[in-house]
């Protein structure tokens, strides 16, 4: 059965601190691994990785994937109060089917 | 506004009742994915249509649930006698022919 693993589920930083959010997955033939920012409404799309060893960056946001251990990180750096929020893992699988990880809820305090 | 919308936003209902939510993609999005999230959770896969096929639908999902996409446009998701255990964030989400997903705002549902 394909499966998405977020670690860790909850986390609470101050601001200015880097964090770093995992994504593991075990999915039938993989196609993509999608990153995306869920705060009192619908996901929005972060990030799409497809190679590994290639980062993306964005801002303070950056990840990178890792097909051969079948990981990904997601980083953000001199984190801020609007960067709270639900950060969500998904993987591309056989049928172009969407599997989500749980999820990591990400606390900034100020 | 030329995101995914949907249609309502919430729904009230008794359980036993059927209900039936709309999605609009973006314009020329092929794809379009329905999923439902429950709180603390991450969305679970529904179903997925490439214009008007359904091309997957999940083994979780009940035969009380049933989605369309009859012109390749619009799609609507319609749960039968439905049950306490319905109550969740329904989303849509459409997708111009890459890997990327817009999500739409959601119909949360709740049975009463």
């Known amino acids: 059965e394909d499966k998405v693993v977020q670690s860790p589920l909850s986390l609470v930083v101050h601001e200015g601190d880097t964090v770093t959010l995992n994504c593991s997955y075990e999915v039938t033939n993989f196609r993509s691994l999608l990153w995306y920012k869920q705060e009192k409404k619908a996901p929005t799309f972060l990030f799409m990785l497809t190679s590994s060893g290639i980062e993306k960056k964005s801002g303070r946001l950056s990840s990178i994937l890792d097909k051969k251990e079948l990981f990904s990180i997601l980083n953000i750096t001199a984190t801020q109060t609007g960067d709270s929020a639900i950060y969500l893992c998904a993987v591309e699988a056989l049928g172009q089917n969407f599997v989500f990880g749980p999820g990591t809820r990400l606390s900034v305090l100020p | 506004d030329t995101g995914v919308s949907q249609d309502p936003r919430h729904k009230i209902t008794k359980r036993g009742q059927n209900v039936t939510f709309r999605c609009d993609p973006i314009?020329?999005?092929?794809?379009l994915y329905w999923y439902r999230q429950t709180l603390g959770q991450g969305p679970e896969f529904l179903t997925y249509f490439q214009n008007e096929a359904q091309l997957e639908k999940s083994r979780l999902l009940s035969d009380r649930f049933s989605a369309e996409r009859p012109k390749g446009s619009f799609s609507t998701l319609e749960i039968q006698r439905t049950e306490q255990g319905d109550s969740a964030m329904y989303l849509c989400?459409?997708?111009?022919?890459?890997?990327?997903?817009?999500f739409g705002p959601g119909t949360r549902l709740t049975v009463l």
């Open positions: 989400a459409s997708s111009p022919g890459v890997d990327e997903q817009f």
């Open positions: 314009s020329e999005h092929n794809r």
